[in-house]
C-alpha cells in the first residue's frame, strides 16, 4: 500500500497544516508530507486534485482522500482507535468535540490579528479587545480542561485532537508575547516540547519565504 500523504503548506504561517499535520503524528501515522507553497497560483490546479476544497491539510490514505482539519482528526481516529486521539468517555468525547469545534469555526478575531508566525516575536504587541476576548475564552477553555481531566493535555495524560487543533494558538501566544497565567503558560510549554512540535518549529524556521502583509490566517 502506498505511503499515506498529507498535502500542507507553509510551516511557518501554516495554522491549519500545522493541526493536520501533529494530528497525524499524534496518531501514530508513517505518512509523507507534500508542501504546496501557499502564494503560488501555479500550484492550484495540482492542489484542485490533492483536496476538493482548494485548502490544506488535505489526507490521502489508502484510497481516500480526507480534506478539512476536523474531518481528518475524526478519520485518523478511526483508522488508528489505539492512538487515542480523542477521550474514551463519551462526556469527554463531546467535550472535546465542541471544544475543536470552537476553534474550528470561531476566534477570528484572534486569528486576524495574531496570525501564527512561528520565526516571529513581537514584544510588548498590543491586543486589541476583541482579540483579547477570544483570548480570554481560549484560556477560559484550557483551564477548564487541564482542571477536569487533571492534566498535562487537555484530555489528559496524552496529547490528542484538542491539543493540535490549540497548538497554532500556544504558538501564536509566545510569538505575540501573550500574558497568560501560570497554569496556561505551563500548557504552551508542554505543548512545544512535544517532539513532533519541537520538529515542525525547527522546520518552519528553515523556511526562507516571507510574507509581509499576513492578515489573515491561511
Ligand atoms: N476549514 C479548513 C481551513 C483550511 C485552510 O484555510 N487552509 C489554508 C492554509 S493553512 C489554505 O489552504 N489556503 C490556501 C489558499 O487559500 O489558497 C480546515 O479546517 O482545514
Redesign the pocket.
Known amino acids: 500500500m502506498a505511503k499515506p500523504v498529507l498535502t500542507?503548506?507553509s510551516k511557518n504561517?501554516?495554522?491549519?497544516?500545522l493541526?493536520?499535520w501533529l494530528m497525524c503524528r499524534l496518531a501514530g501515522l508513517d505518512f509523507s508530507e507534500k508542501i504546496i507553497p501557499?502564494d503560488d497560483p501555479a500550484m492550484?490546479a495540482e492542489?484542485l486534485l490533492l483536496?476538493s476544497?482548494?485548502?490544506?491539510?488535505s489526507l490521502q490514505h489508502a484510497g481516500v482522500k480526507v480534506?478539512?482539519?476536523?474531518a481528518?482528526g475524526e478519520y485518523l481516529n478511526e483508522i488508528k482507535p489505539k492512538a487515542g486521539l480523542l477521550p474514551a468517555d463519551v462526556a469527554a468525547r463531546a467535550h472535546c468535540r465542541a471544544i475543536c469545534g470552537e476553534m474550528?469555526s470561531g476566534f477570528a478575531s484572534m486569528r486576524g490579528a495574531l496570525p501564527m508566525n512561528i520565526k516571529a516575536h513581537f514584544k510588548n504587541f498590543k491586543v486589541w479587545s476583541r482579540a483579547q476576548a477570544d483570548i480570554d475564552r481560549i484560556v477560559a477553555i484550557w483551564r477548564e480542561c487541564l482542571k477536569a481531566y487533571g492534566g498535562p493535555f487537555l484530555f489528559g495524560k496524552q496529547p490528542g485532537i484538542a491539543d493540535a487543533m490549540y497548538a497554532p494558538v500556544v504558538t501564536r501566544f509566545l510569538s505575540y508575547d501573550v500574558a497568560l497565567d501560570s497554569v496556561c503558560a505551563a500548557y504552551c510549554k508542554r505543548v512545544m516540547e512535544l517532539p513532533a512540535m519541537k520538529e515542525w518549529v525547527a522546520a518552519a524556521k528553515q523556511e526562507p519565504e516571507e510574507i509581509d502583509e499576513l492578515d489573515a490566517?491561511?
Open positions: 500542507i503548506s504561517y501554516g495554522a491549519w497544516s493541526r493536520g501557499p492550484k492542489m483536496s476544497s482548494m485548502l490544506v491539510p480534506w478539512d482539519t476536523l481528518i474550528h490566517e491561511f
